[in-house]
């Protein structure tokens, strides 16, 4: 049946059939409104929960295994790990000449060069000058220098404030031949390097 036959004139039966139409438009938006809206929060509630699960999971130790450069024989093992908000470096480093010698973390995490160089500059995300690690401008990787004794071998225990673990991995510890004087720009006259070793998240020592 026609709108026509019940007496119904054109603007009348458009406008009764815009008003259908807005009806029905009305009553689909308040079943599904709240069908949307609940689909987004239950997403949004799993991703918040899996980047907690992830922060959580996430390795809190870090490793660096030190080759020697080519025509050295230095070598050793660096573990860190966090303590509060300070990053903690420990280990040995063998071969060396007695002495102190720069050591640095540097850029990246490269060590297709025979020499070392392919790991870039000093890890210096805020563009500082080069200094000590105590010095109000120094880069983020200015660790100083590490003592060898007579036998040729340095303990390392040093503490960083401006480091964490996320922010190193896969960049490179570098052990220099010579002394970082701890001012000269860009690395402090530290001279060649003579081992290197890239860091990596640590395995944990409940599963080694």
């Not at 420990?90 to 070392?116: M, N, R, Y």
């Amino acid at each position: 049946m026609r709108f026509a036959d019940l007496g119904f004139s054109s603007n009348q039966s458009h406008s009764v059939l815009e008003g259908r139409t807005s009806m029905k438009s009305t009553i689909l938006l308040a079943v599904f409104a709240p069908v949307a809206l609940a689909a987004a929060a239950l997403l949004g509630a799993e991703h918040e929960h899996a980047e907690h699960a992830h922060a959580a999971a996430a390795p809190k130790t870090a490793i660096a295994v030190l080759i020697p450069t080519e025509g050295n024989s230095v070598q050793g093992v660096l573990h860190m790990k966090m303590v509060g908000e300070s990053l903690e470096i420990t280990g040995q480093v063998k071969g060396l000449k007695p002495g102190e010698h720069g050591f640095h973390i540097h850029e990246f995490g490269d060590l297709s060069a025979a020499d070392g160089t392919s790991a870039g500059g000093h890890f210096n995300p805020s563009g500082h000058d080069h200094g000590g690690p105590d010095s109000a401008d120094h880069h983020a990787g200015d660790l100083g220098n590490i003592t060898a004794d007579d036998k040729g071998i340095a303990t390392v225990n040093k503490v960083s404030k401006g480091l964490t673990i996320p922010m190193i991995v896969g960049r490179t510890f570098v052990v220099h031949a010579g002394v970082d004087d701890l001012k000269s720009q860009p690395s402090g006259d530290s001279g060649p390097r003579v081992a290197v070793g890239v860091i990596g998240y640590a395995k944990p020592l409940a599963e080694k």
